[in-house]
C-alpha cells in the first residue's frame, strides 16, 4: 500500500519556489533517499505550500521520513507547519 508524507509549511515566496524546482530538477535526491514521488503545490498569494511525497510501502515511507525530518531549514521550502502521513485511497492520472 502507498503512502504519503504530506508536509505544509508557511513563509513560502514564488522566488523560493522558483529555485527549489531548479535545485530538484538539477541536482540529486538526498542520499539514502528511497524511490518517491513528489509534488509541491503553492499558493503564491497566501506564500504557502505543502509538498506531497509518495511512497510505495512502510519501510519505504519510513526511511524517506527520516531523511527529510532531518533536513536543515535552508533547504526546506519554508517554516515547517505540520507532517501528516495518509493511505493512498486512490491514485490515478486523468
Do not use: C, W
Not at 1 to 22: C, D, P, Q, W
Not at 25 to 38: H, I, Q, S, T
Not at 42 to 69: C, M, Q, T, W
Amino acid at each position: 500500500m502507498a503512502l504519503a508524507r504530506v508536509v505544509s509549511f508557511e513563509g513560502v515566496t514564488s522566488e523560493r519556489v522558483a529555485n527549489l524546482k531548479s535545485e530538484i530538477e538539477g541536482g540529486d535526491p538526498p542520499e539514502g533517499m528511497p524511490p518517491a514521488e513528489l509534488m509541491i503545490l503553492h499558493d503564491p498569494d497566501g506564500e504557502r505550500s505543502l509538498a506531497i511525497v509518495l511512497f510505495d510501502n512502510e519501510e519505504d515511507y519510513r526511511k524517506g521520513d527520516e531523511i527529510l525530518s532531518a533536513m536543515p531549514g535552508p533547504d526546506t521550502p519554508g517554516q515547517r507547519t505540520s507532517v501528516s502521513k495518509y493511505e493512498v485511497a486512490v491514485r490515478a492520472n486523468a
